[in-house]
């Protein structure tokens, strides 16, 4: 890697350090120069602007968290049946990539900010549109196999499904175990276990 490139990072790493701790709105381009030690213009070598910094960063993100979009790797293991509980193991799994301390953060930054900054809101309105659209695949494959009959309830499901992930995530920002139950009453792999069962139906194995 050569100078530009691990400036570059450099700036980047600071960047969504300051973004977590202080917040993307409070932090100005002269407190990321400032940590990473380099003159407030050299960032512009870089970055365009702040924002510049974060479509970046959004863009980074974008290719980690594929993984759970991706139905051809994500659904390969289930081939030998089709349980609540196989199907849990495969989203635990994929939500792994959280425990990087850095994609935590960025994961992060997205929590604090989706209220405020509009780019971030329409970022993980996509995220959660990518959501959908797989599990929506997955329905469909799962259709064909003759695993679960009929479309009641689909819409619903995949709505429901985005919206357990969003919480799972929400409760992991705030170091929430899993096994702790929010306003409903059931923890998260209870959640999980019902949104999948309203795809599965009689079929679901508990």
């Keep these: 890697m050569d ?3 691990s400036t570059k990072q450099r700036i980047l790493n600071c960047a969504v350090d300051l973004f977590a701790e202080k917040g993307y709105t409070e932090t100005s381009v002269r407190d990321i120069t400032a940590v990473v ?6 960032i512009y070598n870089h970055f365009s602007s702040k924002e510049d910094i974060l479509l970046y960063m959004l863009s980074e993100f974008t290719i980690i968290a594929g993984v759970l979009f991706d139905n051809s790797t994500n659904w390969q293991d289930l081939d030998a049946g089709v349980t609540a509980d196989g199907i849990l193991s495969v989203i635990t799994r994929n939500l ?3 425990e990087n301390e850095y994609n935590f953060k960025i994961m992060k ?4 900010e989706q209220y405020r900054n509009i780019i971030i809101r329409n970022f993980i309105l996509q995220l959660l549109a990518g959501v959908e659209h797989s599990v929506a695949n997955l329905r469909a494959e799962l259709k064909r196999r003759g695993i679960i009959s009929g479309d009641t309830g689909s819409v619903y499901w995949q709505k429901y499904a985005s919206s357990v992930l969003y919480a ?4 992991m920002m705030l170091g929430i175990g899993h096994d702790s139950a929010g306003y409903s009453g059931m923890d998260l792999k209870s959640m999980f276990h019902f949104s999948i069962k309203l795809a599965l139906g009689e079929k679901t194995v508990e």
Excluded at 37 to 42: A, Q, V
Excluded at 109 to 112: A, K, R, T
Excluded at 168 to 171: F, H
Aim: net charge positive; proline share 5%; charged share 20%.
């Design 3 to 5: 100078r530009r490139e």
């Design 168 to 171: 799972y995530i929400n409760r």
């Design 37 to 42: 030690g380099i003159n407030p213009s050299s």
């Design 109 to 112: 930054v997205l929590m604090q």
């Design 96 to 98: 792994s990539f959280l």
